[in-house]
């Protein structure tokens, strides 16, 4: 039985796609690295018109792989609507749903999280009218906490269609940069549901450009409204302006990445969250171990362990650099997927990268230690050959 044969909003559906598409991530390692090498190959020089054929049959491979994702990503967040609106007390209310109910809304918004920063109010007629109200005087605390930015009311129908008015009136006498930073401002002060029915606006009367425009600029914003706002997006099927939004979010920094995890996940897109890791797989070694260990810093050890099994496919040189600059435990978690994963020729190859740091090596020893006796006497073999002490 298939995915597409399952009955959606079961925890048993919702786990066999997962499964499904972490199988299809690894897949699309192998395809980019094969990608890769196939590429540095061509480009040497060669004239092996074996190796152009293999190249232009991996980029099939990979085009047909992306695809798949984002098939198989779009199944995963619709079984995870349906179990939401299943779990779904009757009595709660809830937020705008946008362009996918018709713009109709269900009842009052409920609560999201917070952002990182207050944004700045839009203020005056260059906002047609559209403003944020002043969050009201609180009773000094005895014990000083920090303050929690109101969430943005919803906006009228009317609201919002006087604010894509402005955008395109100023766009059209000239005034192309008050327009963009119009838009840039409703990026990160509006509710998620309404920066979903702005960008709807825009996409169908507003300047060229400013839909997408606006749904990369709520990258700029928290984590939290950027996740809700990439929901309401593939709910609405705005699906361009989504895939602009996702990837403005490939830029977040490695110290705010986790954050950003965790709100994919609390509005259904955790097959996004894994994409995002396999992206960050490919970082330069200094970056992806620092998100190695932001990731479990923030308590998300398993996406941090995921993360470098992701990378462990990358060449042996780079993956020695990035194991000399993560802690003993993590390193440690990079070896074993080394010694597991790659061939002993590799393996050689990266255990000469870790000789700087004779706590790193050792604890590549006892991962090669760790194997199977036949796959630990390669390793060993290679080690030795390679002129590498093996213990």
């Given at each position: 039985?298939?995915?597409?044969d399952?009955?959606?909003g079961t925890?048993?559906?919702?786990?066999?796609?997962?499964?499904?598409?972490?199988?299809?991530?690894r897949?699309?390692?192998?395809?980019?690295q094969?990608?890769?090498?196939?590429?540095?190959?061509?480009?040497?020089?060669?004239?092996?018109?074996e190796?152009?054929?293999?190249?232009?049959?991996?980029?099939?491979?990979?085009?047909?792989?992306?695809?798949?994702?984002?098939?198989?990503?779009?199944?995963?967040?619709?079984?995870?609507?349906?179990?939401?609106?299943?779990?779904?007390?009757?009595?709660?209310?809830r937020r705008?749903?946008?362009?996918?109910?018709?713009?109709?809304?269900?009842?009052?918004?409920?609560?999201?999280?917070?952002?990182?920063?207050?944004?700045?109010?839009?203020?005056?007629?260059?906002?047609?009218?559209?403003?944020?109200?002043?969050?009201?005087?609180?009773?000094?605390?005895?014990?000083?906490?920090?303050?929690?930015?109101?969430?943005?009311?919803?906006?009228?129908?009317?609201?919002?269609?006087?604010?894509?008015?402005?955008?395109?009136?100023?766009?059209?006498?000239?005034?192309?940069?008050?327009?963009?930073?119009v838009?840039?401002?409703?990026?990160?002060?509006?509710?998620?549901?309404?920066?979903?029915?702005?960008?709807?606006?825009?996409r169908?009367?507003?300047?060229?450009?400013?839909?997408?425009?606006?749904?990369?600029?709520?990258?700029?914003g928290?984590?939290?409204?950027?996740?809700?706002?990439?929901?309401?997006?593939?709910?609405?099927?705005?699906?361009?302006?989504?895939?602009?939004?996702?990837?403005?979010?490939?830029?977040?920094?490695?110290?705010?990445?986790?954050?950003?995890?965790?709100?994919?996940e609390?509005?259904?897109?955790?097959?996004?969250?894994l994409?995002?890791?396999?992206?960050?797989?490919?970082?330069?070694?200094?970056?992806?171990?620092?998100?190695?260990?932001?990731l479990?810093?923030?308590g998300?050890?398993?996406d941090?362990?995921r993360?470098?099994?992701q990378?462990?496919?990358?060449?042996?040189?780079?993956?020695?650099a990035?194991?000399?600059?993560?802690?003993?435990?993590?390193?440690?978690?990079?070896?074993?997927?080394?010694?597991?994963?790659?061939?002993p020729?590799?393996?050689?190859?990266?255990?000469?990268?870790?000789?700087?740091?004779?706590?790193?090596?050792?604890?590549?020893?006892?991962?090669?230690?760790?194997?199977?006796?036949?796959?630990?006497?390669?390793?060993?073999?290679?080690?030795?050959?390679?002129?590498?002490?093996?213990?």
């Amino acid at each position: 039985m298939t995915v597409r044969d399952l009955d959606p909003g079961t925890t048993e559906d919702v786990q066999a796609l997962r499964t499904e598409l972490d199988e299809l991530l690894r897949a699309r390692r192998y395809a980019a690295q094969r990608e890769h090498r196939l590429t540095e190959a061509v480009q040497s020089g060669t004239t092996d018109p074996e190796l152009h054929r293999q190249l232009a049959q991996i980029r099939t491979l990979r085009d047909g792989l992306g695809s798949r994702h984002l098939e198989l990503s779009e199944r995963l967040l619709a079984l995870e609507d349906h179990r939401r609106e299943q779990d779904a007390v009757p009595a709660q209310r809830r937020r705008p749903t946008g362009a996918r109910f018709g713009g109709a809304y269900e009842e009052s918004p409920a609560p999201q999280p917070a952002p990182a920063v207050a944004a700045a109010p839009m203020r005056g007629a260059r906002f047609a009218g559209v403003t944020v109200p002043e969050p009201e005087p609180q009773a000094p605390d005895p014990a000083p906490q920090q303050p929690q930015p109101q969430a943005p009311e919803p906006r009228s129908a009317a609201e919002l269609a006087a604010l894509a008015a402005r955008i395109t009136a100023l766009h059209r006498r000239g005034s192309a940069q008050e327009s963009a930073a119009v838009t840039a401002q409703a990026a990160v002060v509006l509710a998620p549901g309404d920066v979903a029915r702005l960008i709807a606006l825009l996409r169908t009367e507003g300047p060229p450009g400013a839909a997408g425009y606006l749904a990369r600029a709520v990258a700029h914003g928290a984590a939290g409204p950027a996740a809700a706002t990439l929901a309401e997006l593939r709910r609405g099927g705005l699906a361009e302006e989504a895939a602009a939004l996702f990837h403005a979010l490939w830029g977040y920094p490695a110290t705010e990445l986790p954050a950003l995890l965790a709100a994919l996940e609390q509005v259904g897109l955790s097959a996004d969250g894994l994409t995002l890791l396999w992206e960050w797989g490919s970082a330069p070694p200094a970056e992806l171990a620092a998100l190695a260990g932001c990731l479990r810093a923030a308590g998300r050890a398993e996406d941090a362990h995921r993360l470098l099994h992701q990378a462990a496919g990358r060449r042996p040189g780079e993956l020695a650099a990035t194991a000399l600059q993560l802690d003993l435990q993590l390193a440690d978690a990079l070896s074993q997927r080394v010694a597991r994963l790659r061939s002993p020729s590799d393996l050689a190859q990266y255990a000469a990268g870790l000789t700087a740091s004779p706590a790193h090596y050792q604890s590549l020893l006892a991962a090669v230690g760790a194997q199977d006796e036949i796959r630990a006497r390669a390793a060993l073999a290679a080690l030795r050959t390679a002129g590498l002490p093996i213990r």
